[in-house]
Every structure is written in C-alpha cells, then in structure tokens.
C-alpha cells in the first residue's frame, strides 16, 4: 500500500521505543514506553506539497524534507500501520524540530 500527504500533512515512520534504559535498566514490555515519558521521534518516509496560503494566493512550500529525522509532539498526529510499520501522519506545524546528526 502506498500513502501520500495531502496539503502540509508529513508521513513519518515512527522509532521503536526503548527497551533498556542509559542506565542500563531493561524496561517490561507493558510498562513505561519511551512514548510515554519522551517526545516521540521517527523519519520522514512522505511530504505533502504544501500548504495554500490564501493571502498570498501561492502555495507555501514544505520546510520538511523526506529522510529527515524530526522531534514531534507526544499526543499529534494519526497512528498508522503500513506494510507493517508503525507511522503516524502529522501536520507540519506538529513538528518541533529536525535531529541532525
């Protein structure tokens, strides 16, 4: 199955949360998730084109950029399964910021 954005809405394959601590601590499977006491991060797999700002009467163009890996807020967007990986749809004003390593 394939899924494109619409408008300014990113597609974003979500990490896999932390099964052990930095600390060293391994974490239960149906206890405390990385998604619960973290922001939530994952890569861009799809952009939508943009948005269309009426008062310009053009389209804004996207800031984000496939591959990019992003910081988004906990409780945005639309979980998704696709080919059997977890994503989540969101709207580009969900994201907080690119991870750039």
């Given at each position: 199955?394939k899924?494109?954005p619409?408008s300014d ?5 979500l990490?896999k949360?932390?099964?052990k601590?930095?600390s060293?601590?391994?974490?239960p499977?149906n206890?405390v998730t990385?998604?619960?006491s973290q922001?939530?991060t994952?890569?861009?797999v799809?952009?939508g084109?943009?948005?269309f700002?009426?008062?310009m ?6 800031m ?13 967007g639309?979980?998704?399964r ?9 709207g580009e ?8 390593e």
């Open positions: 199955m899924f494109k619409v809405n990113v597609l974003v394959v990490d949360p932390v099964e601590t930095e060293g601590i391994f974490l499977s206890g990385e998604k619960d922001a939530r994952g890569v861009v799809a952009v084109d943009g948005y700002d009426p008062s009467n053009k389209l804004r163009p996207m984000l950029k496939v591959g990019q890996r992003v910081v988004f807020t906990k409780f945005a639309t979980d998704l696709i080919n059997g990986e977890d994503m989540i749809v969101l004003y969900d994201i907080q910021g690119i991870i750039e």
